[in-house]
């Protein structure tokens, strides 16, 4: 299997958000909950299997 990244967040990625979302960047403490319950909230299985599909690969 290759180990390569192919899609990945940083804080800058939550950040942004944040600060779209909040009007504020977050504090180092809130980076730290939202890293720690992000992949509760990210749904890869289905996004893959999604962009399977719409490409046409069966």
């Not at 990210?42 to 299997?49: L, P």
């Amino acid at each position: 299997m290759d180990k390569k990244t192919i899609y990945s967040l940083d804080v800058d990625d939550l950040q942004s958000v944040a600060t779209e979302e909040l009007g504020r960047n977050l504090t180092d403490f809130e980076v730290k909950l939202v890293e720690t319950r992000l992949p509760d909230y990210i749904a890869w299985f289905d996004s893959i299997s999604s962009v399977l599909r719409d490409i046409g690969i069966r």
